[in-house]
């Protein structure tokens, strides 16, 4: 009930008149709207494997059948190089960042940034997935952008020096010219890698309004490498996660086709994945499935003899167990991140 000055004969006079006061609608508070915008976000990951599961279902079907009867000690064996390469992960990111972060937050980050990365091409998923994390975890925006940034940069870096390793170590291990038929193929990586400098440089160029934030990120990148490696603990985590990170996807391949039978011995199977890898990793792929292991395969097959088939179900077995696998679990984790505001 509410009084208002109503007009009378003599003049104004209050009169108690009802007088309908909307009130708001609980389903359109923007409270309500926030709670069911996360209630949706909390959802999506699931939705997303459902779909991927509908379109890709004869895969995880031919995997599934093929790892049935591998050798389950040798799949347990490549189980635990697949949880320590996310912890290789975790290292990375730490050491990208001056800021301690919480270890076990931390490692349950990337633990569902794995599941994001396998839906969107060229680690998109996982990077917003570690974008959200940090800002969450009161890391400014340029800055945890230019950990991102650092951190993919890094890793191509250190897989490089680690392939060059190899080829000093073991320069007879594998001759080049047997891996590549048609050497302009070598041209791929080097075009992804000039497309990934000049693409940005030239936005900034012809967009104005990009050129302050570009200046801002650059020095905030350029500041934290200076802080970061003058601290050896953060320069042992970004440098040395990042190269343990291939030698551990190489290591559950090896793992995975011991399982099925394959004779080759780890520095093979480690040589011929880095080599696949860096030569068509930087095709955009949701986690690098397809052109790494077309790669793969042909080079496990033309290259050291093993039988395709075999080759080609050890590489659907290492997709069902560093993907299919941990990612529902992922997913989950990434659910509940979300419903208790990690990320």
Not at 13 to 37: E, F, G, K, M, N
Not at 38 to 61: F, M, N
Not at 215 to 222: G, I, K, N
Request: hydrophobic share 55%; charged share 10%.
């Amino acid at each position: 009930m509410t009084l208002l000055p109503v007009e009378g004969p003599t003049g104004p006079h209050p009169t108690p008149i009802s007088v309908p006061v909307p009130t708001p609608d609980p389903a359109r508070s923007p409270r309500s709207l926030t709670r069911l915008a996360r209630r949706l976000l909390t959802l999506l990951p699931l939705l997303l494997i459902g779909v991927w599961a509908a379109l890709d279902w004869r895969a995880l079907y031919d995997g599934a059948a093929r790892l049935a009867s591998a050798d389950p000690w040798w799949l347990l064996v490549g189980l635990l190089f697949t949880c320590l390469f996310w912890l290789s992960a975790a290292c990375v990111r730490q050491g990208a960042l001056p800021e301690r972060l919480p270890p076990g937050l931390l490692v349950a980050s990337q633990f569902a940034a794995g599941a994001a990365n396998h839906v969107l091409p060229a680690s998109i998923g996982a990077h917003a997935v570690t974008l959200r994390f940090l800002q969450r975890q009161g890391i400014p925006l340029a800055r945890a952008t230019a950990s991102l940034a650092l951190y993919s940069l890094v890793r191509p870096i250190a897989k490089t020096v680690v392939l060059l390793g190899f080829l000093l170590a073991l320069p007879d291990l594998l001759r080049l010219g047997d891996l590549v038929a048609d050497r302009r193929l070598l041209l791929l990586p080097v075009g992804a890698a000039t497309l990934g400098i000049a693409v940005p440089l030239l936005l900034v160029a012809l967009v104005p309004r990009l050129r302050r934030p570009a200046a801002a990120f650059v020095r905030t990148a350029l500041t934290d490498v200076r802080l970061l490696h003058a601290r050896p603990s953060r320069v042992l985590a970004l440098w040395g996660g990042a190269a343990a990170a291939p030698l551990l996807q190489a290591s559950i391949i090896h793992a995975v086709g011991a399982s099925l039978g394959m004779s080759l011995s780890w520095t093979q199977v480690a040589f011929a994945f880095l080599i696949a890898s860096t030569a068509v990793g930087a095709v955009p792929a949701p986690g690098g499935i397809g052109p790494v292991d077309a790669a793969l395969v042909f080079t496990l097959s033309s290259c050291f003899g093993t039988p395709v088939g075999l080759a080609t179900a050890t590489l659907i077995g290492y997709r069902v167990l560093t993907v299919w696998l941990p990612l529902l679990p992922g997913a989950l984790v990434l659910s509940a991140l979300v419903h208790r505001k990690v990320l």
